[in-house]
């Protein structure tokens, strides 16, 4: 059963484009929602989370909207740099466990092309 | 400050050998956490551990042992190896605290296992 999912394996745009990655979830439970972005031999890192009080959160080029009652996450890189390749991952969370527990998506490849 | 350090880098074992992966953590964090990254799977949450002398399961726990004896190490045992256990093993660490966000974390670099 996959709580998180991300259906788009790969997404490719153009240098200086909006990218826009989207991320599903199915567990009305879950209340705070962060994407990870992650290059090859390296281990993930933090780029921008949202809790479920907001439904929208901006840092610089990126934004990360959350539409609760479609329980849809979408995150948008503008404008996108060659240097964002990398895979993303979104996940969510349920502040109430007190484990700071993470669920993941499968992730998006995206190709960002000079 | 070298955050989340993992240990070996990569490792290959015989199927039914055993091994430790070490994860070392230096910014003080409450929380560490075990996860495998299999292609098409994203990161599935192995073990996790709240504090020291504590540990709890994830979502893929079988064939997994772990131990946090001390706060800033948690390490991961596989007793014996299978070949659906090749992954790519990542710790991660975060921290608890009042208007802390606890679920953002930290990973390590990751260590690539083959089992044949």
């Known amino acids: ?14 240098e200086g484009r909006i990218s826009i990655l989207n991320c599903d979830y199915t567990n009305s439970m879950f209340d705070y929602f962060l994407w990870y972005k992650k290059y ?5 890192t933090f780029l921008i989370s949202i809790s479920s009080i907001k439904d929208k959160n901006e840092d610089g080029r990126f934004t990360v909207f959350l539409n609760k009652s479609a329980k849809h996450l979408s995150l948008h890189i503008v404008p996108s ?9 979104c996940a969510a969370s349920k502040s109430s466990g007190n484990t700071g527990k993470l669920i993941f998506g499968q992730g998006t490849t995206l190709q960002v092309k000079p | 400050n070298a955050g989340v350090t993992q240990t070996p880098k990569f490792r290959v074992l015989k199927t039914g050998q055993s091994m430790t ?7 003080n964090h409450e929380y560490m956490y075990w996860y495998r990254q299999d292609p098409g799977m994203g ?28 706060k800033q190490n948690f390490l991961l045992g ?12 990542f710790c991660a660490s975060s ?12 990973f390590g670099p990751g260590t690539r296992l083959l089992v044949l």
């Open chain 1, 1 to 14: 059963d996959q709580q998180v999912k991300q259906n788009s394996p790969s997404l490719s745009v153009q």
């Open chain 1, 40 to 44: 090859p031999a390296e281990g993930p």
């Open chain 1, 81 to 89: 740099q060659p240097g964002d390749s990398a895979v993303y991952f």
């Open chain 2, 21 to 27: 992966l070490l994860c070392a953590q230096d910014m």
């Open chain 2, 43 to 70: 990161l599935r949450l192995i073990h996790y551990s709240v504090g020291e002398g504590t540990t709890a399961k994830g979502e893929v726990p079988d064939g997994y042992n772990v131990s946090r004896l001390k």
């Open chain 2, 78 to 89: 596989l007793e014996s190896a299978a070949p659906s256990q090749t992954s790519v093993y």
């Open chain 2, 95 to 106: 921290h608890r605290g009042p208007g802390v966000s606890q679920e953002t974390q930290y």
